[in-house]
């Protein structure tokens, strides 16, 4: 369905409708009806929970940047300077 989706916003008159949308709720609409006249049988739930899925996508951040923000990465380009040493990190 999630594929589907992302073919109905390939139209960029869709995608232009749905961006100027006032609300959530009026972009569902208009993708479940774009949908429905491309012979799809979304319910407005469906493409809400399919819109929360992209949208989860999106905000995903890579393993590297994950572990950065955890505090478990150090790039290795990075001149962490520790003892005086630059580039060696003792923890």
Excluded: R
């Excluded at 949908?35 to 979304?42: E, P, R, T, V």
């Amino acid at each position: 369905m999630i594929e589907n989706i992302k073919d109905l916003l390939q139209n960029a008159q869709l995608l232009q409708q749905v961006k100027e949308t006032g609300s959530l709720l009026d972009a569902i609409k208009l993708i479940t009806a774009a949908g429905a006249q491309k012979g799809y049988s979304f319910t407005q739930g469906s493409v809400a929970q399919a819109i929360g899925e992209l949208m989860l996508e999106k905000l995903e951040l890579p393993e590297g940047e994950l572990l950065a923000v955890a505090g478990g990465y150090i790039p290795w380009n990075t001149q962490t300077v520790t003892h005086g040493t630059p580039g060696v990190c003792c923890l």
